[in-house]
């Protein structure tokens, strides 16, 4: 399920709910909503609450398909009676969530369309030198000097770059999935100018909201950690889930049982501290959510600021270098020219 149809989904059936409407018809109104997956995944969750199955439990019956969060967040809602409430605040996340990622997006939009035009530019050149035949005849002259022309040619730049950006995606997905433990190299990418603040904020963030809607749902604390470290989808902060829970149990506060971890940084830890003194932990924890999102959005324009930079220097270099090869291997066959 997308992050957009999960967050659609939350704000129409808590809104739903909160109006009094019944379970069983909410859910077959939405399976009138979205892709057919979606639809049969929302008639499968209907015919299991018509037979008294919890929401939640239904919803995990339809294996990976609801995101993991929003399963937790209705067993959560289930149990403590807030579901209404709890589903239209994680709506709310999942609206955040969006619009960073939005954000994002647009940031790059520009100088990826434009990266795209210079590739189109490079392939039509090649194809252009095998096509045309001098006068003379024979083949054009290879002014990338590359040895590549015409429709192969094209092909086998094509395959050059999707080897290029095959590496950076498999980059990201090892790191993604923790390939041999490389999120244990997070502590290190946090020391990175510009760009690890910037992470570690965003991190902060989505944990945050998470650890605010489940102490507001009325999760006991190591549980909502354990939910909001879930929430971060970052090994690196799953396996504090142990400390956590051996902290508070031997007599830790909330802060405490975070410190333990040795994962978040002092700043963070004492805005916890005082949330906790001032015995209103999930109202202050919320309004700290809030602060570390205005702070995520800035973070946010921050990296794709610097994505946006690197995408055009991209461009800029290729073209240059492209510019340069081109003009050296003119000014050679002038040269043999002049020269006999």
Known sequence: MSLSAAGNFCRRFGTGM???????????????HGPPRQRDAMREVARGVSRGEPLAESMQAQGKFFPPLLVSMTHVGEATGRLERTLLNLAEHYEHQLQLRRAFLTSIAWPGIQLVMAIGI?????????????????????????GLRGPVGVLIFWAYLATFFGLIAAAIVAFNKNVAGVQNLVPLMYRFPVVGPAVQTITLARFSWTLSL???????????????LESTDSDFYRRGKEDVERAILGGETLAGGLRATDIF????LTRIEIAEISGTDAE???????????????AM????????TLIWVLVIVTLVYLIFRMLFNVMGIYDEALNG
């Open 265 to 268: 940084p002092d700043d963070y």
């Open 122 to 146: 490079v392939s039509l050149l090649i194809w252009i030198m095998g096509v045309l035949v001098p006068p003379t005849g024979g083949e054009m002259t290879d002014l990338l000097g590359f």
């Open 301 to 308: 324009k921050t990296i794709s600021g610097l994505a946006s």
């Open 214 to 228: 489940a102490l507001d749902a009325g999760l006991d604390p190591v549980r909502a950690i354990t939910l909001a």
């Open 18 to 32: 909160r109006a009094g409407s019944d379970m069983v018809r909410l859910l077959d109104a939405e399976s009138g």
């Open 284 to 298: 202050s924890i919320n309004d700290l959510a809030r602060e570390y999102d205005e702070r995520a959005k800035m």
